[in-house]
């Protein structure tokens, strides 16, 4: 049967305590060590614990009581770990919302998570607002002691809908996800973490909170650094981080920037399939990679497995207590070799999507398998146990999607394109050409004959819409492609769309990149003053502009007209999709 039993250990045991008593046992263990550093300074353990202490008093002056939602909308930075963790320590469970949300979707989120409060530094909807910059010296209060029932974060993520959903998250998944990470792939006292992921996306659990359990040093990159490519790059290089995690289009895009991950590096990579071509370049340098899965609904990552080039990529161990499960359309195991559903079970679930009853009834089941009753959740991927035992992940089965790690519903894009008025069919799906980086297109039919002008349907997206949701690509239709049987043809949309970067929009990529100077389509490139740095920050900045060319490519062309042939023809060298670092900085999961 293709059920991969859970790697048992204490760390789900009702006798250990919930994560932030464990931090705090942590925060006196280590007092005098570096726990968290950002741009503008470091705190120790112990001051971390005072700040910490500081703003819970405060909060629990204007929200008492305990399980109250508050969100957290602070910058990147010491004050958002500060903010994150004084939630718990006054006895509630935090919503995070990243300040660069659009104001519609945030307000929705709020509405939706019922907060009784926003921790930020701007008035936010018609919640009370808590200014952390408020919170009075030498403020105390007593340790909650968190039960396993009680919900540590409501996490929104798309949905098919058209409306986010809320995935709440109880202590008890959160104790046994950090506990099992700190054995695989395994954290001490002495590493240090490079976290570079947005709040509002579920992996940033594991960079913020997991180095404070061991009493290793996480170090917030803020926002502007992680948009840029070289600052980033070069901290990488500077030979005290120890772990980085990312997605495989992200650490994809850092390699073309100059990357090379060194024998002290412990590289995560998930959210999307792991290539096997990948793999090979971010080890040869002796590197350790780790590929990681798991969805947001089972607590961040749900199984892991270090990863070697020429070896069978499969996405590894269960997580302490859980149980992954490849079922068939009858909810039966299926046997190895044969494709089915995977299905996860075991502590690490979460308690279902906030406020929505339905939903959750739909994702999280209860089967009889194998003699016993288990609780599982239907990840909506095809997966295949292989006759060793490991498991492959083999794409979705419904209308979700990743794109540079995001996930995305493609049913909430089109709801909101549908919302204009001047829209009376749309659709939206992938296009990966396999040369210039994947891209969201919107196949779009106006009504009575006439589409709404792209730059309304984009504005319309981005008041309601994170920014990785607005498509890059628009394609108007007099109708959508239907199958036989009347449903929408996808993949014919794939051979609606053309997008062809003309040579201005590369002659404006150039004069950005090179400070404003004058360069056309006859520009001679061999007489630009173009070094080494220069051309890794051209290659980069065409991938951002959705243009698969890469070093060599410039290198092989001697005008900017027949750079932008080379893209046409598809002779570019650039590999594999990579993405737009600044996504990253936003990730909302």
């Not at 405060?58 to 929200?63: E, K, Y």
Request: aromatic share 4%; with cysteine.
């Amino acid at each position: 049967m293709s059920i991969r039993p859970p790697n048992t250990d204490a760390a789900a045991g009702a006798g250990a305590g919930m994560l932030p008593a464990l931090l705090e046992a942590s925060f006196a263990r280590w007092g005098d060590r570096v726990a968290v550093v950002d741009a503008t300074g470091s705190h120790t353990y112990r001051e971390l614990a005072q700040a910490v202490d500081r703003l819970a008093a405060h909060i629990r002056a204007t929200v008492p009581g305990r399980g109250a939602r508050i969100a957290v909308s602070l910058e990147r930075g010491r004050a958002m770990l500060v903010g994150l963790l004084a939630v718990w320590r006054a006895g509630h469970a935090y919503v995070p919302v990243d300040p660069g949300l659009p104001d519609k979707r945030r307000d929705l989120i709020l509405r939706t998570a019922r907060v009784a409060a926003v921790l930020s530094c701007t008035p936010l909807a018609d919640a009370p607002t808590i200014d952390p910059r408020a919170a009075a010296p030498g403020g105390r209060v007593p340790a909650p002691g968190q039960t396993r029932d009680e919900t540590a974060y409501v996490i929104f993520t798309s949905g098919s809908t058209g409306t986010p959903k809320g995935v709440e998250i109880p202590h008890s998944a959160l104790r046994n996800f950090l506990q099992s990470m700190v054995t695989a792939p395994g954290m001490t006292h002495d590493d240090r973490l490079l976290a570079v992921t947005t709040v509002s996306f579920d992996i940033a659990v594991f960079e913020l909170f997991l180095p404070l359990l061991v009493g290793a040093a996480v170090e917030i990159a803020p926002r502007q650094s992680v948009v840029a490519v070289a600052p980033l790059v070069s901290r990488l290089h500077s030979g005290d981080i120890t772990c980085f995690q990312a997605t495989p289009t992200l650490w994809a895009m850092l390699l073309e920037a100059g990357l090379r991950p060194g024998p002290g590096l412990t590289c995560l990579a998930g959210g999307e399939p792991l290539p096997a071509d990948l793999i090979a370049r971010l080890t040869a340098g002796g590197a350790r990679l780790w590929n990681m899965y798991g969805p947001t609904e089972a607590t961040v990552w749900a199984s892991c497995g270090q990863v070697r080039a020429g070896a069978p990529v499969t996405i590894g161990d269960p997580v302490a207590n859980t149980e992954l499960l490849v079922l068939d359309d009858a909810d039966r195991p299926c046997p190895p070799g044969t494709v089915g559903e995977l299905n996860i079970g075991g502590p690490c679930l979460a308690k279902g999507y906030f406020g929505r009853p339905d939903l959750t009834e739909a994702a999280f089941r209860v089967l009889a398998i194998g003699g016993r009753d288990r609780r599982l959740y239907r990840t909506g991927d095809r997966a295949v146990q292989l006759a060793d035992g490991g498991l492959q992940v083999l794409g979705r089965r419904d209308g979700q999607v990743k794109l540079r790690g995001f996930r995305i519903e493609l049913g909430e894009v089109e709801a909101a394109l549908r919302a204009h008025r001047g829209v009376s069919a749309a659709a939206v799906d992938v296009r990966d050409t396999g040369r210039a980086p994947p891209r969201l297109v919107a196949y779009v039919v106006g009504r009575d004959g006439v589409a709404p002008p792209r730059d309304a349907l984009a504005a319309l997206l981005a008041e309601r819409l994170p920014d990785y949701m607005i498509p890059s690509v628009w394609v108007v239709l007099d109708s959508l492609p239907q199958t036989p049987n009347g449903k929408l043809d996808r993949k014919a949309l794939a051979d609606l769309a053309q997008p062809s970067p003309p040579v201005e929009h590369l002659a404006a990529i150039w004069q950005d990149v090179m400070g404003g100077m004058a360069v056309g389509p006859d520009t001679e490139l061999p007489d630009l003053p173009l070094d080494n740095n220069s051309l890794r920050r051209l290659a980069v900045a065409m991938q951002r502009g959705g243009i698969g060319l890469g070093v060599r490519d410039i290198l092989g062309q001697t005008t900017l007209s027949g750079l932008a042939q080379a893209q046409t023809k598809g002779q570019g060298t650039a590999g594999p999709a990579r993405p737009d670092i600044g996504d990253y900085a936003r990730k909302p999961g």
